[in-house]
């Protein structure tokens, strides 16, 4: 990690930042860990002395990343990630926030661990981390936690990772009681009856490599239960992941009829469908699972239009143990700290999205969400930032993955674009030479 705390000037660069509205030519002077100015015509000449004057001619300057939905194995599975490896591969991607989860050993679901979880992350992470907090005690789906005390403590939003309360009641009981304390309730929409004991996307091709489906009415089901409970009791409610078209119908038709609901989609599934995964690719088992090429155009057309709020990683590492298995023994997740914005910059090159709408929904989207001071590059605010090379070509080397495992779905491959400077506080903690 640098630690060089002198003023930074990122000049001549093509800045980006959707909190202003902005897209165009600019400089961005960094001093004292905040940005000082975000505009046209800064220049060498009205900067402090001493200051490092980096020219991004031909890049991107823009908020970091703040990823809403990432694994970190501590506390209990320090073997999988830890904060600091986690933090080294957020990064080389981008990302000056991570937003962890609560599905750890022990559960993220009181005080303490909240308070454990915040001074680890600061004592050993190079990047920005904040909890989430289990939405029911144990993750059990049975009793709802202490949002209130948990949220004082420091938790950010509150979830039950990759588990569904399927009790509607808990849940409704959740939403009115978040909505106190202005919470927001993050939920995973998969019914696990539903689910049972399916491994992949319901259709031909799961037929076809004879494996047994997951249907969209497992995601849309539960999300229609979710949709009714948020307008009956007015809470601030975000859908984890959504991943179909029939999804899609059902949150917008909650967003016209004036329901508090937000929604996230994984990089795997606005660039990734379910013929990648090919040969029984066991990097590309996920839950929920890759669907067809028509729900990925459809969710990236929603990202596009705003339905869908937040693009996040969804950064789940599995060892080789795990992973190196026949495909329906093989656990879900893949690594995706240090992958999701090049991956996201094939939605820019095929002209899928523009790139101010993107960081509107990996940085600038996050923070307003979740209430962080990030995601913006104006006066006065945290200077976390980076610097993106739009269009040099590289493939991906999986030995150069920071992550202590290796799980990525884009094994070998071809990209266009990278970071080339991470500053987190002030500080640049990443700088690709």
């Known amino acids: 990690m640098l630690t060089d705390r002198r003023p930074i000037l ?6 980006i930042d959707p909190s202003r509205d902005f897209d165009g030519p600019g400089d961005v002077l960094i001093a004292d860990g905040v940005i000082r100015d975000a505009k046209r015509g800064i220049g060498a000449a009205g900067v402090p002395e001493g200051t490092d004057i980096v020219n991004c001619a031909g890049k991107i300057v823009a908020p970091g990343l703040i990823d809403m939905r990432a694994f970190v194995g501590e506390p209990g599975a320090s073997h999988r990630e830890t904060f600091a490896s986690a933090s080294q591969a957020a990064a080389a991607g981008g990302i000056t926030t991570i937003i962890c989860q609560p599905d750890t050993s022990p559960v993220i679901d009181n005080s303490a661990t909240v308070d454990f979880v915040l001074r680890r ?24 936690t202490e949002i209130g005390l948990l949220k004082a403590a420091g938790a950010v939003a509150f979830t039950d990772g990759d588990r569904s309360v399927t009790n509607a009641q808990v849940m409704r009981r959740a939403l009115t009681y978040a909505r106190d304390f202005d919470a ?3 939920h995973h929409t998969e019914d696990p009856h539903l689910v049972g004991e399916g491994v992949m996307n319901e259709g031909e091709f799961a037929t076809r490599l004879g494996l047994a489906g997951i249907p969209t009415a497992a995601e849309s089901i539960m999300l229609e239960r979710d949709m009714r409970l948020a307008g009956l009791t007015g809470g601030r409610y975000h859908a984890a992941s959504l991943t179909s078209t029939e999804s899609l119908e059902i949150l917008k038709r909650a967003r016209d009829a004036g329901h508090n609901v ?22 590309l088992k996920l839950a929920p699972p890759l669907r067809t090429e028509e729900d990925r155009k459809a969710l990236v057309a929603a990202l596009a239009s705003g339905l869908i709020d937040v693009v996040m990683s969804d950064h789940n590492p599995q060892d080789v143990e795990v992973k190196r298995l026949p495909f329906a023994e093989a656990a879900s997740g893949a690594v995706g700290l240090q992958t999701m914005l090049p991956a996201a910059l094939r939605l820019i090159h095929n002209s899928e999205m523009d790139f101010k709408t993107l960081i509107r929904a990996m940085s600038t989207r996050p923070a307003e969400l979740l209430g962080l001071p990030g995601g913006t590059l104006r006066a006065g605010a945290p200077a976390d930032v980076i610097v993106i090379d739009a269009d040099t070509p590289w493939v991906l080397d999986r030995d150069d993955l920071k992550s202590l495992c290796k799980n990525t779905p884009f094994d070998d491959a071809r990209f266009s674009g990278r ?10 903690v990443y700088e690709h030479v």
């Open 10 to 15: 990122l000049a001549n660069a093509r800045v």
């Open 121 to 144: 992350a600061r004592d050993t992470a190079i990047v920005n981390i904040h909890p989430m907090a289990a939405l029911t005690k144990g993750m059990q789906g049975q009793e709802m």
């Open 184 to 186: 927001l309730i993050v």
């Open 262 to 283: 937000s929604a996230s989609v994984s990089i795997n599934h606005v660039t990734l469908n379910e013929n990648d995964i090919g040969p029984y690719r066991t990097f």
């Open 419 to 428: 970071v080339t400077r991470t500053i987190v506080g002030g500080r640049t």
